[in-house]
């Protein structure tokens, strides 16, 4: 088993370019577990954790509704947004400038074949980074992803997930509001739920920007541990 993780930061990337990145490495992955199996072969397949941030950009899972996106395409174009249905697992979310956007790309077969474990694992990453900026942050019943305030009327989600998997290879993944203008939420229903807000650190933390890069090494700290990898 492979435990070593691949790390590339993308930095500011279109998301159709992101995308169709993520779903190259995830083929070539796939691919070779296909090769092994047909060929009786042990070659070590790769993993990877792709750090990107996305221009303005709206993306609709294969589970969503598009009536939970509140822009026409005139609308879209005037606030500098894109909009992509895409195959990954969960409603309508919103990415750009100031979020942390983590895509891990890894062989489930490398770490632990449990894709509900997998998705835990994610998220109780994000809750002990949150943590050490002193937010105590949890998890929302039958709600993927990072939420403060869970199960009081002023209930926030911070961070957002989906992901696909297939022959136990993952692809899509996070979306951590760092600097996020929260605004371009008001363009959507945020994970089809209505009634929820969301928040972003550097609004819980009362201040104007929040190192990025740091929340960054918090995160590659909190997934080393958890996965039990190393990253290179």
Same mark, same amino acid.
């Given at each position: 088993m492979n435990k070593k993780i691949q790390?590339?930061?993308l930095g500011q990337k279109d998301y159709k370019a992101a995308w169709e990145y993520q779903e190259e490495l995830f083929k070539d992955i796939v691919d070779l577990k296909i090769k092994n199996r047909r060929e009786?072969?042990?070659?070590?397949?790769?993993?990877?954790?792709?750090? @990107?941030?996305h221009p303005h950009v709206y993306t609709l899972g294969k589970s969503g509704y598009l009536e939970n996106l509140l822009l026409n395409e005139k609308q879209l174009e005037a606030k500098g947004a894109t909009f992509y249905k895409i195959n990954r697992g969960g409603d309508i979310t919103?990415?750009?400038?100031?979020? #942390? @956007?983590?895509?891990? #790309?890894l062989d489930l077969e490398n770490f632990f074949t449990d894709i509900?474990?997998?998705l835990r694992f994610l998220e109780e990453c994000i809750i002990l980074t949150l943590k050490e900026y002193g937010l105590e942050c949890?998890?929302?019943?039958?709600?993927t992803g990072v939420?403060?305030? @869970?199960?009081?009327?002023f209930a926030r989600k911070i961070c957002a997930l989906g992901v696909r998997a297939s022959r136990w290879v993952t692809m899509h993944g996070f979306a951590l509001n760092v600097n996020v203008d929260l605004g371009?939420?008001?363009? #959507?229903?945020?994970?089809?739920?209505r009634g929820k807000a969301v928040?972003?650190?550097n609004v819980e933390l009362s201040t104007e920007k929040v190192d990025e890069e740091e929340v960054k090494s918090k995160i590659i700290k909190h997934l080393t541990n958890l996965f039990e990898a190393e990253f290179v």
């Open positions: 790390l590339q930061d009786e072969l042990e070659l070590e397949t790769p993993n990877y954790l792709l750090f @990107v941030e919103y990415h750009g400038p100031g979020q #942390i @956007v983590g895509y891990p #790309i509900h474990k997998y949890g998890r929302s019943d039958g709600e939420w403060l305030g @869970v199960g009081t009327p371009y939420f008001d363009n #959507i229903i945020p994970c089809g739920i928040t972003s650190l």
